[in-house]
């Protein structure tokens, strides 16, 4: 829900960038979290594994008012499509930026795997 984002967004006021993520991505890998803090440029980040963009995204101040002021029925994303020509896509060796953990089923299996720890 966008509410959400749109809490921590407001909460971090006074960050000039921004990274969030959704709940159920957890194999994301700390190196890659540190390599978007660290990125210089760009108003919109997005981490990419393969060909394939993920989470979590890193966005500017300006970016993070414009979701904070989108109305409660809006996507996130569609917030961050219409910045597509300022987005920096960073190339990671990190498939956890796309592995979503869903269902029962999903998280079962990646306590199995012992990628949850």
């Given at each position: 829900m966008i509410?959400?984002?749109?809490?921590?967004?407001?909460?971090?006021?006074?960050?000039?960038?921004?990274?969030?993520?959704?709940?159920?991505?957890?194999?994301?890998?700390?190196?890659?979290?540190?390599?978007?803090?660290?990125?210089?440029?760009?108003?919109?980040?997005?981490?990419?594994?393969?060909?394939?963009?993920g989470h979590p995204v890193r966005v500017s101040r300006a970016i993070a008012n414009e979701l904070i002021a989108a109305p409660a029925h809006a996507q996130a994303r569609e917030v961050l499509k219409s910045h597509r020509s300022q987005t920096h896509l960073l190339a990671v060796n990190d498939p956890g930026i796309r592995r979503d953990v869903d269902t029962p089923e999903q998280y079962a299996a990646l306590l199995r795997s012992g990628a949850a720890k």
């Open positions: 509410t959400s984002l749109q809490s921590g967004l407001a909460a971090c006021a006074m960050a000039e960038h921004v990274l969030f993520t959704p709940v159920d991505l957890p194999q994301v890998k700390r190196a890659t979290v540190e390599r978007l803090a660290t990125v210089r440029h760009g108003e919109l980040v997005m981490p990419c594994y393969k060909g394939h963009c």
